[in-house]
């Protein structure tokens, strides 16, 4: 798994987050399509020609991860294109709006709403597959009035990943509650680290998604349950963005360092004591140290802490949709098909390290025998989906910079609170 959040998809985000609406202004229909759209798929071989595209990353082995699904179906053309990630985004709502663009796209679970809102993707026909055997919030992501429009390939979300000889030279276990949190770092700090915690506030749009992972747990949401109002004027908000603040207040986190692609030096080097991040650093921190066995030796895992809503974690991953003007829509359900069986989701962990959206994989040893991702998977079992809706993207980037503030001082959590309401009301949800 790369060393982001999707790598460089950071800077992807950030730029679809200025062009969204060009979805729903012209191109292809901006209603989204009728479930009666996509017919059944049967179990015959998939043929003709599909063309994929996926930026570049995950999908960099799929070729290979594929390669039994394609000597099945030899009368099948697959033909992969890579986009670099800091353009994919961007490639593809230029070629959505303009009516093409491939048979199937990747796209990423947390942003995923813009596309779908737009009417781009057909919906997933009934029977492809089994709902019940993803995380929840991987197939909920993708679900928009009760239809799906994507299918979960990889899934992801945080916990907390902290330096173990740190935490028992301070005598301390990880925290449960927020309360917990400050005196954790304190320790950790006591125990040899410089700074309890590496919290990055300089990427806007993930930062954002972070402040939203908190409010969940403060007992917020970011939208009505209704999905027509936002709610992020709200004491669970203010409450939100305090505790992101006190980090820094305490002392035990620095706003100017280290940023996020620094995380990890910082981590093996004990200028941080942990990070609440993703599961791809397991398998790079031994990297990172230049020490083979560093990470079993000084690194624990645990889920994340909560307050008032319990321990909530933030779904993140991959997905793959079938565009609705697709010309192969049987081959490319199929291929999606057998991107979502557990030994092809086991297969990609073995080549990329994406950890797998289809739950029962994490039974494989593979994954099974590696105790420090079990707090992942323990998180993965409560998720929130970020908003379906076109105009996330943006809104998460205003929070971003709204966080930031307030974590460097120049802002209050309640001035932030308002004006992230007021910007998100001023976009609304992008719906017609």
């Not at 399509?33 to 059944?40: D, G, I, R």
């Not at 907390?160 to 320790?187: C, K, L, N, Q």
């Not at 909560?306 to 321990?311: E, V």
Request: charged residues 20%.
């Amino acid at each position: 798994m790369p060393i982001s959040r999707h790598t460089t998809a950071r800077l992807a985000v950030g730029a679809a987050a200025v062009s969204v609406l060009v979805l729903s202004g012209c191109g292809r229909s901006t209603e989204p399509a009728s479930s009666a759209a996509s017919a059944p798929v049967d179990d015959g071989p998939a043929t003709g020609t599909v063309e994929l595209w996926a930026p570049d990353g995950d999908a960099t082995v799929l070729d290979d991860v594929v390669a039994s699904f394609k000597a099945d179906n030899p009368d099948l053309d697959l033909q992969v294109t890579l986009v670099p990630s800091d353009e994919y985004t961007t490639k593809l709502q230029s070629a959505v709006a303009a009516g093409g663009g491939p048979d199937v796209a990747q796209l990423y679970t947390e942003s995923q709403a813009q596309f779908i809102a737009g009417g781009a993707f057909a919906p997933v026909p009934d029977g492809l597959v089994d709902s019940a055997s993803f995380f929840p919030g991987a197939w909920e992501s993708g679900v928009v009035d009760g239809v799906a429009y994507s299918v979960p390939w990889y899934a992801y979300t945080y916990a907390m990943v902290y330096r173990s000889d740190f935490a028992e030279a301070g005598g301390v276990e990880a925290p449960a509650t927020w309360d917990d949190v400050i005196p954790f770092f304190e320790a950790l700090q006591d125990g040899g680290a410089e700074k309890g915690l590496g919290a990055d506030v300089g990427w806007d749009v993930y930062n954002g998604q972070d402040v939203t992972q908190y409010l969940w747990q403060a007992g917020g949401r970011p939208m009505s349950d209704d999905g027509a109002e936002w709610t992020l004027d709200t004491p669970e908000m203010v409450e939100a963005l305090t505790y992101n603040q006190s980090f820094f207040t305490s002392g035990i986190a620095d706003p100017d360092a280290p940023g996020f692609l620094d995380s990890q030096p910082y981590f093996v080097e004990g200028r941080t004591g942990a990070m609440m991040t993703g599961p791809w650093v397991i398998g790079q921190l031994d990297d990172v140290a230049g020490e083979e066995g560093w990470t079993q030796e000084h690194v624990a895992t645990a889920a994340l802490p909560g307050d008032a809503g319990g321990s909530v974690g933030a779904i993140a991953g991959g997905s793959w949709g079938v565009l609705a003007d697709s010309d192969n829509s049987d081959a490319s359900w199929k291929l999606l098909r057998h991107l979502a069986e557990p030994e092809t989701q086991v297969a990609q962990y073995e080549a990329y390290s994406s950890l797998p959206a289809v739950s029962s994989a994490w039974d494989d040893p593979a994954i099974a025998d590696q105790p420090l991702l079990d707090a992942f998977f323990e998180q993965l079992q409560n998720t929130e989906t970020y908003p379906q809706v076109a105009t996330w993207a943006q809104i998460a980037t205003q929070l971003g910079v709204e966080m930031e503030a307030v974590a460097k001082g120049s802002q209050t959590p309640e001035e932030a609170a308002a004006a992230i309401q007021a910007f998100a009301e001023s976009l609304g949800t992008g719906a017609e």
